[in-house]
């Protein structure tokens, strides 16, 4: 039986339409109410899911404002529902810049977290289009510390151990993975949790933009690797069960964050040779 210390997260793998908000929002409105209806406290969704990964001609003309209709509609649903909204991400203008920015918003509809993409990803141009980030994200979902990564920023370890040593017990991971790499994102998901002792859940998108298929495949892990629930390749909703008790029994059992060394890893890695 759920208690009180179980989260219910409700993975929303989308179908993104290219460049159509509208018809991405009435997606995004309809699984919402659905993994509310099916007792979700916090739901998640997958990056870039207004656009879709992502548009290259006139990006900064259909990117939101940070107040824009999507992010209108994340708030007003968070509030009507009652529900915590990771809300993936979005493609938002910032003056002149277009940013691939997370929001996450608290089930009064208050924004609590922004965050801007750390690592674009080069291979498909992103870099050159989207200012990255700056900044860490960590915030409060509901009755866990969480830490924010976009994508691509699943294969960076370092961003995800310094969000667990600032006190993250979950990484929500809001992505669109590309189908051809999809066992990576598995592999990836279960690393970050094992080595970092947290759960992760990770949401990816399953349509295609520019003939790149997303793969799906939303994914939630236990800090012990144990895979919590997994989605198929279609669109709908995933729910996920998160025991928060047991990242805390994990490291009672074998503690790795307390046995780093971090007094050596500095000096150590000076002393490897540039390739």
Same mark, same amino acid.
């Given at each position: 039986?759920?208690?009180?210390?179980?989260?219910?997260?409700?993975?929303?793998?989308?179908?993104?339409?290219?460049?159509?908000?509208?018809?991405?929002?009435?997606?995004?409105? =309809?699984?919402?109410?659905?993994?509310?209806?099916? &007792?979700?406290?916090?739901?998640?969704?997958?990056?870039?899911?207004?656009? &879709?990964?992502?548009?290259?001609?006139?990006?900064?003309?259909?990117?939101?404002?940070? %107040?824009? #209709?999507?992010?209108?509609?994340?708030?007003?649903?968070?509030?009507?529902?009652?529900?915590?909204?990771?809300?993936?991400?979005?493609?938002?203008?910032?003056?002149? %810049?277009?940013?691939?920015?997370?929001? @996450?918003?608290?089930? %009064?509809?208050?924004?609590?977290? #922004? @965050? %801007?993409?750390?690592?674009?990803?080069?291979?498909?141009?992103? =870099?050159?289009?989207?200012?990255?980030?700056?900044?860490?994200?960590? @915030?409060?979902?509901?009755?866990?510390?969480?830490?924010?990564?976009?994508?691509?920023?699943?294969?960076?370890?370092?961003?995800?151990?310094?969000?667990?040593?600032?006190?993250?017990?979950?990484?929500?991971?809001?992505?669109?993975?590309?189908?051809?790499?999809?066992?990576?994102?598995?592999?990836?998901?279960?690393?970050?949790?094992?080595?970092?002792?947290?759960?992760?859940?990770?949401?990816?998108?399953? &349509?295609?933009?520019?003939?790149?298929?997303?793969?799906? =495949?939303?994914?939630?892990?236990?800090?012990?690797?144990?895979?919590?629930? #997994?989605?198929?390749?279609?669109? &709908?909703?995933?729910?996920?069960?998160?025991?928060?008790? =047991?990242?805390?029994?994990?490291?009672?059992?074998?503690?790795?964050?307390?046995?780093?060394?971090? #007094?050596?890893?500095?000096?150590?890695?000076?002393?490897?040779?540039?390739?």
């Amino acid at each position: 039986m759920e208690n009180e210390r179980t989260l219910r997260v409700g993975l929303v793998q989308m179908k993104s339409a290219p460049c159509r908000a509208d018809e991405n929002r009435a997606a995004a409105e =309809r699984l919402i109410r659905l993994a509310a209806a099916r &007792g979700a406290k916090l739901i998640q969704l997958p990056e870039t899911w207004n656009l &879709g990964f992502f548009p290259k001609e006139g990006l900064l003309e259909l990117a939101e404002p940070a %107040d824009g #209709e999507s992010s209108a509609l994340l708030s007003r649903l968070a509030r009507e529902l009652g529900v915590a909204i990771a809300g993936g991400s979005l493609v938002t203008r910032r003056g002149a %810049d277009v940013c691939n920015t997370f929001v @996450y918003y608290a089930p %009064d509809g208050s924004l609590l977290a #922004e @965050y %801007d993409k750390l690592h674009g990803f080069t291979p498909s141009g992103e =870099r050159a289009y989207f200012r990255a980030g700056e900044r860490l994200c960590r @915030y409060a979902a509901p009755g866990v510390e969480a830490g924010a990564l976009l994508c691509y920023d699943l294969r960076f370890c370092e961003l995800s151990r310094m969000l667990a040593l600032s006190g993250a017990r979950l990484l929500t991971v809001c992505a669109q993975w590309p189908e051809s790499r999809i066992e990576d994102w598995r592999l990836l998901a279960r690393a970050r949790a094992v080595e970092n002792q947290v759960f992760v859940t990770a949401v990816n998108g399953c &349509g295609s933009f520019g003939g790149v298929q997303s793969g799906g =495949r939303s994914i939630a892990v236990a800090p012990d690797g144990e895979i919590l629930a #997994e989605a198929g390749a279609d669109e &709908g909703v995933t729910i996920a069960a998160l025991p928060l008790a =047991r990242a805390d029994e994990c490291r009672r059992v074998m503690d790795i964050l307390a046995d780093r060394r971090p #007094e050596l890893y500095a000096p150590l890695c000076a002393a490897v040779p540039d390739a």
